[in-house]
C-alpha cells in the first residue's frame, strides 16, 4: 500500500482520536460482569431465550456467563441448558442440576433442544454445591444472580453450612453471598395485582419467602407485569435465529406440541431480569423506591412502603413514557439475532 501523508494540521485530530481510542481500551480492561443463570429450564421457553439473550451480552464483551443452574427437577432441564451452551461456543459453562423435588417438572421442549445435540439426561453436579464453589471462585462481590424459576436453590445456598458437604469453603451460604455477590435481579411476583400468586412464587412459596426476607445484597425484582408487556414474536424470532438454533428448536416445539396455539407469540418475562442484571445502570426501566414484599401463603405478593432497616433495598421494575416496553422489546430483537 502506498503510504499517506497528512497535513500536519491533522496531528491534533489524530492525537484526539487515539486518545479516545485509549480511554475506549481502558473502559475494556475491567471484567464484564459475572451472571449466574438459575433457571427452570422447560417449563416456558422465555427460560431459553433469556439465556440465548446472556451468550449474545457475552459475545458483545458486556458479561461473562459464569454458571447456569436448574431449579427444575425434570432431568431433561441440563442437557437442553447444555444444548444452547454448546450451540453457542460455551460448553464448558458449568451446569448444575436441581437435587429438590419441588415445583412442576416439564421437559417436553427441553428433551427437542438437548436432541439437537445428542445430549443425554446424567451426569451434572448438585446446583447447591457448584453455586458455593463458583462463588468461592469469584471476586468480591463480583457476581449478579439471576432466577428467573423456582427460589428452591436460592433457599437453599443461603441455608447451607460452612464447608457444606465436606467443600472445604469456610463460609456459610449467606456468607457467601454477602461477600461474593452483587445483586439479585429476579424474575418472580406480581407488583401490580396483590391478588395473583405469580408462578415462580407459588411452585416453592416458603423459598421465595425466605430469599425475599433475608437475601443479603440488593434486589431487583421484575414483576409478571413487566414481562408481559414485552412480547417475543414469532415473525421476529424465525428471523433471527437459525433453524438448528436449540432455542428455535424448542421455541416450536413448545408451541406446536405444548401450548397447542397458532399465534406463537410469548410474554418476555425472564429476558427482562436478565436485560437489569446485565445493564443496571441502563435507561431500559425505571425503578420503584426501597420497598418490602409481603409475601402470602399462596404465594400472592404484595408491597409494603416500610423498607426492611436491615437489608439493602429491594426495587421492582416499572416502564414510564421515557422507558417503554416496546423499546425494550426492540433491545430484546437485537440480541437474539444471529450472525
Given at each position: 500500500?502506498?503510504?499517506?501523508?497528512?497535513?500536519?494540521?491533522?496531528?491534533?485530530?489524530?492525537?484526539?482520536?487515539?486518545?479516545?481510542?485509549?480511554?475506549?481500551?481502558?473502559?475494556?480492561?475491567?471484567?464484564?460482569?459475572?451472571?449466574?443463570?438459575?433457571?427452570?429450564?422447560?417449563?416456558?421457553v422465555?427460560?431459553?431465550?433469556a439465556?440465548?439473550?446472556?451468550l449474545?451480552?457475552?459475545?458483545?464483551g458486556?458479561?461473562?456467563?459464569?454458571?447456569?443452574?436448574?431449579?427444575?427437577?425434570?432431568?431433561?432441564?441440563?442437557?437442553?441448558?447444555?444444548?444452547?451452551?454448546?450451540?453457542?461456543?460455551?460448553?464448558?459453562?458449568?451446569?448444575?442440576?436441581c437435587?429438590?423435588e419441588?415445583?412442576?417438572?416439564?421437559?417436553?421442549?427441553?428433551?427437542?433442544?438437548?436432541?439437537?445435540?445428542?445430549?443425554?439426561?446424567?451426569?451434572?453436579?448438585?446446583?447447591?454445591?457448584?453455586?458455593?464453589?463458583?462463588?468461592h471462585?469469584?471476586?468480591?462481590?463480583?457476581?449478579?444472580?439471576?432466577p428467573?424459576?423456582?427460589?428452591?436453590?436460592?433457599?437453599?445456598?443461603?441455608?447451607s453450612?460452612?464447608?457444606?458437604?465436606?467443600?472445604?469453603?469456610?463460609?456459610?451460604?449467606?456468607?457467601?453471598v454477602?461477600?461474593k455477590v452483587?445483586?439479585?435481579?429476579?424474575?418472580?411476583?406480581?407488583?401490580?395485582?396483590?391478588?395473583?400468586?405469580?408462578?415462580n412464587?407459588?411452585q416453592?412459596?416458603?423459598?421465595?419467602?425466605?430469599?425475599?426476607?433475608?437475601w443479603?445484597?440488593?434486589?431487583?425484582?421484575?414483576?409478571?407485569?413487566?414481562?408481559?408487556?414485552?412480547?417475543?414474536?414469532?415473525?421476529?424470532?424465525?428471523?433471527?435465529?437459525?433453524?438448528?438454533?436449540?432455542?428455535?428448536?424448542?421455541?416450536?416445539?413448545?408451541?406446536?406440541?405444548?401450548?397447542?396455539?397458532?399465534?406463537?407469540?410469548?410474554?418476555?418475562?425472564?429476558?427482562?431480569a436478565?436485560?437489569?442484571?446485565?445493564?443496571?445502570?441502563?435507561?431500559?426501566?425505571?425503578?420503584?423506591?426501597?420497598?418490602?414484599?409481603?409475601?402470602?401463603?399462596?404465594g400472592?405478593?404484595?408491597?409494603?412502603?416500610?423498607?426492611?432497616?436491615?437489608?439493602?433495598?429491594?426495587?421492582?421494575?416499572?416502564?414510564?413514557?421515557?422507558?417503554?416496553?416496546?423499546?425494550?422489546?426492540?433491545?430484546?430483537?437485537?440480541?437474539?439475532?444471529e450472525p
Amino acid at each position: 500500500m502506498q503510504a499517506t501523508h497528512f497535513p500536519l494540521i491533522l496531528t491534533p485530530l489524530l492525537f484526539l482520536a487515539a486518545m479516545m481510542g485509549l480511554a475506549e481500551g481502558d473502559k475494556g480492561a475491567d471484567p464484564a460482569p459475572g451472571i449466574l443463570f438459575d433457571t427452570d429450564m422447560g417449563n416456558d421457553v422465555d427460560d431459553a431465550l433469556a439465556l440465548g439473550l446472556l451468550l449474545e451480552a457475552e459475545k458483545r464483551g458486556a458479561a461473562r456467563a459464569l454458571l447456569v443452574v436448574s431449579s427444575n427437577p425434570n432431568p431433561w432441564a441440563v442437557p437442553g441448558i447444555r444444548a444452547i451452551l454448546r450451540y453457542y461456543g460455551r460448553e464448558e459453562v458449568p451446569v448444575g442440576a436441581c437435587m429438590a423435588e419441588t415445583g412442576l417438572a416439564h421437559g417436553g421442549f427441553t428433551e427437542a433442544m438437548a436432541g439437537t445435540s445428542g445430549l443425554q439426561p446424567g451426569g451434572a453436579p448438585g446446583a447447591v454445591a457448584l453455586m458455593r464453589k463458583v462463588l468461592h471462585e469469584q471476586g468480591d462481590r463480583s457476581v449478579r444472580i439471576v432466577p428467573t424459576g423456582f427460589s428452591t436453590n436460592l433457599a437453599a445456598l443461603l441455608a447451607s453450612a460452612p464447608n457444606h458437604g465436606g467443600d472445604g469453603i469456610p463460609l456459610s451460604g449467606r456468607a457467601l453471598v454477602e461477600k461474593k455477590v452483587e445483586f439479585l435481579s429476579i424474575m418472580a411476583g406480581n407488583y401490580h395485582d396483590p391478588n395473583h400468586a405469580e408462578f415462580n412464587v407459588a411452585q416453592n412459596v416458603p423459598a421465595f419467602k425466605q430469599v425475599i426476607e433475608e437475601w443479603p445484597t440488593p434486589v431487583y425484582m421484575s414483576g409478571f407485569e413487566i414481562g408481559l408487556q414485552v412480547h417475543s414474536r414469532w415473525e421476529a424470532l424465525k428471523q433471527a435465529l437459525k433453524p438448528e438454533n436449540p432455542i428455535r428448536v424448542g421455541y416450536e416445539f413448545y408451541f406446536r406440541k405444548e401450548l397447542k396455539e397458532e399465534k406463537w407469540d410469548r410474554p418476555s418475562w425472564d429476558q427482562t431480569a436478565m436485560l437489569q442484571a446485565i445493564y443496571p445502570e441502563s435507561s431500559h426501566f425505571d425503578l420503584s423506591d426501597p420497598v418490602r414484599i409481603e409475601v402470602s401463603p399462596e404465594g400472592k405478593t404484595t408491597l409494603k412502603s416500610d423498607p426492611p432497616k436491615d437489608l439493602p433495598a429491594r426495587r421492582f421494575l416499572r416502564f414510564s413514557a421515557e422507558r417503554t416496553a416496546e423499546k425494550v422489546g426492540v433491545v430484546l430483537d437485537d440480541y437474539y439475532r444471529e450472525p
